[in-house]
């Protein structure tokens, strides 16, 4: 197990269209979340699962955010129609129960 | 409302100085905080968490209830400290979603 995997690492997008990124969490954990960074900004929390159920999302997940967790395994985030806000890392972590997360790389998403 | 405030952005020590990073937070109930770290090209990896009371590479850090802060301290910088430090709070329970600070830039000159 080489970590938790995010792909793609860049992605490059025209306003508008629709985007989708992966997450692989640690095998064995199984809390998964989605953070987004802006520049100079900490990670602020997107979404959370618990297994294959979607616990917490946040305010900041608009209606064009959508996650999954099918099997408690992989993770997807798709954002709708993007906007030149949306431009960000977007990173993925897991943890087991209550122990401190392991992050992906992250996935950068530039808006043009 | 959880909230966790960095004062700030740049820290700059010379190597061998003792280093305090700033964390205070505001959170109604018990919190679990920790401090994360990022390394230039690398992941956000996490340096310690209150709970453990253990020392990583040299860091501590102490909760301090009463002043709701939980300030990151090393007695002598070294230059591989240099780095981004976030800290970080979860609310009753832990495990559930983060709260990070902004972040200070730790830079340790020669």
């Known amino acids: 197990d080489t970590g938790v995997s995010q792909d793609p690492r860049h992605k490059i997008t025209k306003r508008g269209q629709n985007v989708t990124f992966r997450c692989d969490p640690i095998s064995e954990h199984n809390r998964l979340y989605w953070y987004r960074q802006t520049l100079g900004q900490g990670p602020e929390f997107l979404t959370y699962?618990?297994?294959?159920?979607?616990?917490?999302k946040s305010r900041l997940l608009s209606d064009r955010f959508s996650a999954e967790r099918p099997k408690g395994s992989f993770s997807t985030l798709e954002i709708q129609r993007t906007e030149q806000g949306d431009s960000a890392m977007y990173l993925c972590?897991?943890?087991?129960?209550?122990?401190?997360?392991?992050f992906g790389s992250g996935t950068r998403l530039t808006v043009v | 409302a959880q909230r966790v405030t960095q004062p700030e952005k740049l820290l700059s020590v010379f190597k061998g100085a003792p280093v305090e990073l700033k964390c205070n937070y505001s959170y109604s109930g018990s919190p679990e905080l920790f401090w994360y770290v990022q390394y230039s090209r690398q992941r956000l990896q996490l340096l310690l968490r209150?709970?453990s009371r253990e020392s990583i590479k040299g860091f501590t850090a102490d909760l301090n209830k009463g002043e709701t802060s939980f300030h990151l301290k090393k007695p002598f910088a070294q230059e591989e400290d240099s780095a981004m430090y976030y800290c970080?709070?979860?609310?009753?329970?832990?495990?559930?979603?983060?709260?990070f600070g902004t972040g200070t830039q730790l830079k340790v000159e020669l």
């Open positions: 970080a709070l979860s609310g009753a329970g832990g495990g559930n979603k983060l709260t």
């Open positions: 209150h709970i």
């Open positions: 972590a897991s943890s087991r129960d209550i122990e401190g997360y392991t």
């Open positions: 699962f618990q297994n294959e159920a979607q616990l917490e």
